[in-house]
Each structure stands twice: as structure tokens, then as C-alpha cells.
């Protein structure tokens, strides 16, 4: 007999269906082996699938783990937000943890652009890689790297930004890094793509953890210690940034697009 989970499909950083980056948010009462909840992930097919338990440890609400088509990842931030939109919006409240393997505590809170995410700030330092560089198809003026795996890629303005047409399967065999491509914005202070081929997804719709990275660099680059952005993919998807000690909170709406059952043999 199957078993029926449930499974809501959320658009993250995004105020209306169709837009923003899509995620799965299952809650399950014990995990599943890692072997399945893989195979959940691919049948999903969407950037990031969350899980969440109860957190028994006292530390947070839930435990929380994402998983690409492909692989489970260390970080996703716009997974996280929707796990926090699907469980407040079932469960009320005005803000829900998340205990992660190897992201710490994370924390999604209601606020007045829907909801706040707190995520670790990812600082990057002044680095150079040609071979990415070349894969890109233009010459960034300058290269900001972390260990890692994140990469900014500066460029002078959001037209070059827009204009990217990279050489996915090449940037694919360099590992499973995320290319940020960055610029100032025409609408909003930041513009940004992001292209992460080696976990599975070609040019993310908004990435969470790349403006981990951004409000690092631009708060640094800015002087201040906000500003808004937009990711400039086929969705797009906005955010409010702002850096508060050693984190970056990501403020954006949510919205339900399927709510219902997801059938394990």
C-alpha cells in the first residue's frame, strides 16, 4: 500500500505563481534513507526539495535537509524560506527554526515584505580563475571567491549581466561551484544571475545562499547595510538585503502554487 506524504510546491521570492524559484516542502515523521529521499528529489525535479522533522534535540523546531535532482546540498536558502512559509502558513506563529547538518541554526520570521530568512553571511575574497572566466563568454572587471565554492563575478553594468550566455557544460566540469554574476541594477541596487551546472541546475531562478554571498559583498561595496536585488532569470526573483553581524537576512514573499499528497511506494 502506499504511503501518502504530505508535499507542498511553493514559488520563493515571489509575490504571484510563476515567478521566483520553485521548492518542495515535505514533512516527513522520520527520515527516510538518503537513497529515497534522492529519488523523491528527482521525481520533484525542481532546484531544491526540503525535508523537515520535528526537531527532538531541544535546538530548533524542525531539522531541515535539502536535496537537488542530483545530490543533498549544505545550504539552500530559498527552500528554507518556503519550508517557513508551508509551516507557518499550516501551523501559525510568527517565526519557525531550522536545525541543518552543516548550515547551523537558520531562521525564518513574518515580516512586513512576508517573510525574513536569517542565512550565515559567506564572505569571499579578491581571487582570480581564467578558466571560469573564459567559460562565462565575458571578462567580469573583477573575480571574488570562497573556498566553499562560491564565486562572484563583477561586472560593469546589469546589460552584460543579462547578456551572459556561458558554456554550461564547461562550467559543469569544473565542480559543483555557484557562478554569481553580479552588477549594479537598473530598477534595484543589485542585479545578479547564478549558475550552479555541477549541482544539477543550469541557471538558478533565485538563489538564497548566493546573496549570503552578495550581502557580504555589496553591503561592503555599498557603505551601507542594505539593499534590494533582483536575479535577473527567465522567473526572476526579488529580495530585500540586509546584514546584520554575521548574518545576511533575505526578506521576500511566498506563495502556495499545489498543496496535497505525494504517494511512496
Not at 537513497?35 to 528529489?41: E, F
Not at 518556503?82 to 547538518?101: I, K, W
Not at 554574476?181 to 550552479?196: E, H, I, L, M, N
Request: proline share 5%.
Amino acid at each position: 500500500m502506499s504511503r501518502k506524504l504530505p508535499y507542498w510546491h511553493v514559488d520563493a521570492f515571489s509575490d504571484r505563481p510563476f515567478a521566483g524559484n520553485q521548492a518542495a516542502v515535505m514533512p516527513l515523521e522520520t527520515w527516510l534513507d538518503d537513497a529515497t529521499l534522492l529519488a523523491i528529489a528527482e521525481e520533484n525535479m525542481f532546484a531544491e526539495t526540503a525535508f523537515v522533522i520535528r526537531d527532538e534535540s531541544g535546538q530548533a523546531d524542525w531539522e531541515l535537509r535539502w536535496f537537488t535532482p542530483s545530490e543533498e546540498v549544505r545550504l539552500c536558502g530559498h527552500a528554507t524560506l518556503a519550508s517557513g512559509h508551508a509551516l507557518l502558513e499550516r501551523d501559525g506563529g510568527e517565526r519557525v527554526t531550522f536545525r541543518t547538518r552543516q548550515a547551523g541554526i537558520l531562521e525564518v520570521r513574518r515580516s512586513d515584505a512576508g517573510y525574513e530568512l536569517g542565512l550565515p553571511l559567506i564572505p569571499t575574497e579578491r581571487g582570480a580563475w581564467d578558466e571560469a572566466v573564459r567559460l562565462l563568454g565575458a571578462t567580469p572587471q573583477e573575480v571574488w571567491l570562497n573556498p566553499e565554492r562560491y564565486g562572484i563575478y563583477l561586472f560593469e553594468n546589469e546589460e552584460q549581466v543579462r547578456k551572459l550566455d556561458p558554456d554550461l557544460r564547461g562550467l559543469k566540469a569544473l565542480g559543483n561551484d555557484q557562478f554569481i554574476c553580479t552588477a549594479p541594477g537598473t530598477q534595484t541596487d543589485v542585479v545578479s544571475r547564478v549558475f550552479v551546472p555541477g549541482g544539477g541546475v543550469d541557471e538558478d531562478s533565485f538563489t538564497g545562499s548566493a546573496h549570503a554571498a552578495l550581502t557580504w559583498f555589496w553591503t561592503e561595496r555599498l557603505g551601507r547595510d542594505s539593499f534590494t536585488a533582483f536575479q535577473a532569470s527567465q522567473r526572476g526573483g526579488h529580495a530585500s538585503c540586509r546584514r546584520v553581524g554575521d548574518q545576511a537576512w533575505l526578506g521576500g514573499p511566498c506563495v502556495t502554487v499545489v498543496e496535497g499528497s505525494f504517494f511512496l511506494p
